[in-house]
């Protein structure tokens, strides 16, 4: 079975500066899907970033990016000019990638990490 | 396009009790997938539908069930309801299209039981 471990239960970043979030996993399928997830005090849990495990070029969303590293077996996500409205559990999540019909796309997460952002 | 939409977003119930929260997921999305997430076990997964069948199930108990409806809506109930079942439920749709996943969720679920 595959697991997520998110080692940094907070974090704390100032606004403006640079944090980067770890997440490693274990698995022993070749093909998958990582992903960070956000979510807010609202609760309502917001797809921050992705990461196909076949592809070489390190996902990039605006002011999110992640270091994916295959071999070790970690994720970790880097968020460059922190705002104040990046405040929030970051979760990181695995699915593989086998999904055909009948197949599961089932998320597995890490526990999260609390981003608190100091103005 | 409306988002993936819960109901009831907030819920109190009584040990013993039973309970149906419902998902209505992103028009056009035929796979809904539940999530019960709690201060200690974090974010675990019930189980997942498609196409009205379910595909995959969590290590949750007999009491969580669910089923899809033709229009890709679901309902996950939970039985003989316990303390410890108090959590936010939350639903996920999505689709497939290629290499490109999607996983949209909703607001959730609050369910506090008493």
């Known amino acids: 079975a595959q697991t997520v471990t998110q080692s940094q239960p907070e974090m704390s970043v100032q606004e403006a500066e640079t944090v980067t979030l770890s997440c490693t996993y274990d698995?022993?399928?070749?093909?998958?899907?990582l992903f960070w997830y956000k979510q807010p005090p609202s609760r309502q849990m917001i797809l921050v970033i992705r990461q196909e495990a076949y592809k070489q070029q390190n996902a990039t969303e605006n002011r999110f990016s992640v270091n994916f590293q295959k071999a070790a077996k970690s994720f970790s996500l880097k968020i460059s000019d922190s705002q104040l409205g990046d405040a929030a559990m970051y979760f990181c999540a695995y699915r593989s990638a086998f999904v055909v019909e009948g197949g599961s796309e089932k998320l597995v997460f890490g526990k999260g990490t609390k981003l608190t952002v100091n103005p | 396009k409306a988002g993936v939409t819960q109901t009831p977003r907030y819920l109190i119930k009584t040990r013993g009790q039973q309970v149906t929260l419902s998902c209505s997921p992103i028009s056009g999305h035929r796979s809904v997938s539940w999530y019960q997430q709690t201060p200690g076990q974090g974010l675990q997964f019930l189980f997942e539908y498609f196409s009205e069948t379910q595909r995959n199930k969590g290590n949750f108990p007999g009491r969580f069930s669910g089923r899809q409806f033709s229009n890709s809506r679901s309902e996950m109930n939970v039985s003989t309801l316990e303390l410890g079942d108090s959590a936010l439920y939350l639903c996920a749709s999505s689709y497939v299209l290629g290499s490109t996943y999607e996983q949209y969720f909703g607001p959730g679920t609050r369910l506090t039981v008493t």
């Open positions: 698995t022993s399928e070749s093909d998958y899907y």
